[in-house]
Nanobody, 129 residues
């Protein structure tokens, strides 16, 4: 059984930074791409960033490109999301997800939630103005 546990959420001022972590347990996920999604209150879940199994390929939503960085440390089964210059619109619950694939050929496939078979419970990020 795979479990994904996010942490690092909280309250931050606009323009500030925050780092989210996703620790996986139950099996080694070195062969799986991972991603972060988010869902704001009353809105649909959206893709934020994705990373291939080896950490070499990353994809980002246009809204976060240049401000967010996804990375992973396979030695400790952890995926990170470094968020800089946060905006109020970034207020959402952030979810970590495991893909059934090692990598995605393009951003559109990486952003397709149907490729992801395990999800964390989410961590709330609130950005104040």
């Amino acid at each position: 059984q795979v479990q994904l546990v996010e942490s690092g959420g909280g309250l931050v001022q606009a323009g500030g930074s925050q780092r989210l972590s996703c620790v996986t347990s139950g099996r080694t996920l070195r062969q799986n791409a991972m991603a972060w999604f988010r869902q704001a209150l009353g809105k649909e879940r959206e893709f934020v960033a994705g990373v291939s199994a080896d950490g070499e390929v990353t994809y980002y939503a246009d809204s976060v490109k240049g401000r967010f960085t996804i990375s992973r440390d396979n030695a400790v089964n952890t995926v990170f999301l470094q968020m800089n210059n946060l905006k109020v619109a970034g207020t959402a619950t952030y979810y970590c997800a495991k893909s059934g694939l090692a990598s995605h050929s393009n951003r559109y496939r990486a952003a397709d939630s149907r490729f992801y078979d395990y999800w964390g419970q989410g961590t709330q990020v609130t950005v104040s103005s």
